[in-house]
């Protein structure tokens, strides 16, 4: 069964530090979200991407975060610095693009644990 | 503003006590629901989308039921292995591409054996 992959799983930084997540969406889904998840939350959007464009990044805190899908496949996201209060699970998931019938079904990755000490 | 409340936040059952869980949301303009599945550590996992009320869906112990208020999970002589945090999201008629999803903060089943 097609998955998304996400890594590190883990990640422990100090405060000011930066971190990087990396997501490679499922093979032929067009659209890639990054979310994130504050322990007994339920997720958040962060930001969107259509193919290698941004459709929603209206939550994403731009001073800190920065985000990219530079060819349309896989993605990055970047905190510089990171802040004790960006301490979440950071989770990618994909579609296929709107024109399909089931577009609006996200498939999740496992998720990027991140600790900001 | 679309909304999304689950309740209870934290549900107890025995081994094959049934019960519901709810999601009531208010949105501009529903395009569908959805209920994910959580296990501890691990990214949601897709159980069931409804588009429209009066839709049922079920899938083993599982039957989901819309309304347009509001959105029942209702689970049938659960099992230990049932155990999970149910999240509950809404995807609004915007305009334009995006297709995010808005969720609640979930409820925490326990069933013990």
């Known amino acids: 069964e097609a998955e998304v992959a996400q890594s590190p799983r883990y990640k422990i930084t100090e405060k000011s530090q930066a971190v990087a997540f990396w997501c490679d969406p499922i093979?032929?889904?067009?659209?890639l979200y990054w979310y994130r998840q504050i322990l007994g939350q339920g997720p958040e959007l962060l930001v969107q991407?259509?193919?290698?464009?941004?459709?929603?990044d209206s939550q994403l805190p731009k001073d800190r975060f920065s985000a990219e899908r530079l060819k349309g496949v896989d993605s990055t996201l970047k905190i510089q610095p990171a802040e004790l209060g960006d301490s979440a699970m950071y989770l990618c998931?994909?579609?296929?693009?709107?024109?399909?019938?089931?577009?609006?079904?996200?498939?999740f990755g496992a998720g990027s644990r991140l600790t900001v000490l | 503003e679309d909304q999304v409340t689950q309740s209870p936040e934290a549900l107890r059952l025995q081994e094959g006590e049934s019960s519901s869980l709810n999601c009531s949301y208010t949105?501009?303009?529903?395009?569908?629901l959805f209920w994910y599945r959580q296990d501890p550590g691990k990214g949601p996992e897709f159980l069931f989308t409804?588009?429209?009320a009066g839709e049922e869906k079920e899938k083993e112990r599982l039957k989901a039921t819309l309304t347009k208020k509001e959105s029942f999970l209702h689970i049938t002589a659960p099992k230990p292995e049932d155990s999970a945090t149910y999240l509950c999201?809404?995807?609004?008629?915007?305009?334009?591409?995006?297709?995010?999803?808005?969720f609640g903060t979930g409820t925490l089943l326990a069933v013990q054996p």
């Open positions: 998931a994909s579609s296929l693009g709107p024109r399909d019938l089931r577009a609006n079904v996200l498939t």
């Open positions: 093979s032929g889904h067009a659209t």
């Open positions: 991407f259509q193919d290698e464009s941004v459709v929603d």
């Open positions: 949105v501009s303009g529903l395009r569908g």
């Open positions: 409804l588009y429209s």
């Open positions: 999201a809404v995807q609004a008629r915007y305009g334009g591409a995006t297709n995010k999803l808005i």
